[in-house]
């Protein structure tokens, strides 16, 4: 791949290039947690953290142990047990620090595991052969985008929760139309920024 500014690069990962709002990765748990303010801003870091640090790890572990040793086969093997690692570590560390924030995220905080976005960052770091600056600043933009959108869904859940809704569009369906709509906001600037 071609070089990629990283000031560029970051913006893109956050707007136009969003992993969940253009790559649509991620959406089981944006949807659940999303009714609440304080458990999406919770979630949106302990994703930043992840993401970030998935890539730290999984860069190295790319260049300087699967691809010398001839064993690119073992990438998803090795990504899943780090992004494991890295969210098991998160779950006890947040555990002991912020009980509450732990309870509110219950199951959605272990299933960060099974996050597809966290993947698809660490499989777009490879697929796009970014080197360690560019792979540190795309997980770190993913994470801030993911969080923005999951942030700016809470606060137009709560809004939408004291409009009148039609009844056949609670809850899930009205959740799926407004991320439609914020999808077309943010991916509406990719004549600005892009990147593939």
Not at 2 to 7: A, C, G, H, K, Q
Request: one cysteine or more; aromatic letters at 10%.
């Amino acid at each position: 791949m071609s070089y990629v500014d990283p000031i560029t690069l970051l913006f893109a990962s956050i707007f136009t290039s969003n992993i969940i709002l253009a790559n649509f990765l991620g959406t089981c748990s944006f949807i659940a947690i999303s009714k609440d303010l304080g458990s999406s801003n919770g979630l949106g870091i302990a994703v930043i953290v992840v993401l970030v640090l998935s890539s730290a790890i999984s860069w190295p572990i790319l260049h300087y142990i699967l691809i010398p040793w001839n064993m690119i086969y073992l990438d998803l093997f090795a990504y899943i047990i780090v992004v494991a690692a890295v969210v098991q570590a998160l779950e006890m560390i947040i555990e002991r620090v912020s009980p509450a924030l732990y309870m509110s995220l219950g199951i959605y905080l272990p299933l960060i595991v099974a996050n597809c976005a966290i993947l698809g960052v660490v499989l777009f770091m490879e697929i796009r052969n970014y080197d360690y600056v560019q792979a540190l600043i795309f997980g770190l933009g993913s994470g801030i985008g993911w969080w923005l959108a999951i942030i700016l869904a809470a606060a137009m859940r709560k809004k939408i929760d004291k409009s009148n809704v039609p009844a056949g569009l609670k809850g899930p369906g009205i959740t799926l139309i407004t991320m439609g709509l914020m999808a077309m906001a943010f991916v509406g600037f990719s004549g600005i920024l892009r990147v593939q």
